[in-house]
């Protein structure tokens, strides 16, 4: 089970941290994504790592303003989103699958979190 949190209201330049943690299952030997779905629009790749190496792959409309990053100990993934902006604004979803090989595919995310809100204010 994932469970997302850290969304709220943040002005234009802001930031935020999310969070996603595992409960009954390791996340080390999978890869962890963060997606988003914004209102009409359909559900859009952000970023994922691999667990065991850290190696990631960013969207280019996220790169350099978001970093995800891991806690071993903790299970958990977090996402800190710096620079916002009003685009950024959508539910957050976190995602897991067995294999190490990042996907930018919802489809290939067999277990998600429930999503977190996340809204930027011009």
């Known amino acids: 089970q994932l469970q997302a949190s850290g969304g709220g209201v943040v002005q234009a330049g802001g930031s935020l941290r999310l969070s996603c943690a595992a409960s009954?299952?390791?996340?080390?030997?999978?890869?962890v994504a963060w997606f988003r779905q914004a209102p009409g629009k359909e559900r859009e790749f952000v970023v994922a790592?691999?667990?065991?190496?850290?190696?990631?792959n960013y969207a280019d409309s996220v790169k350099d303003r978001f970093t995800i990053s891991r806690a071993n100990a903790k299970n958990t993934v977090y996402l800190q989103m710096n620079s916002l902006k009003p685009e950024d604004t959508a539910v957050y979803y976190c995602?897991?699958?067995?294999?190490?090989?990042?996907?930018?595919?919802?489809?290939?995310?067999?277990?998600w979190g429930q999503g977190t809100l996340v809204t930027v204010s011009s």
């Open positions: 995602a897991c699958r067995p294999s190490p090989l990042r996907s930018t595919a919802p489809a290939s995310y067999l277990f």
């Open positions: 009954g299952r390791s996340l080390w030997g999978g890869a």
């Open positions: 790592i691999t667990w065991s190496d850290g190696n990631t």
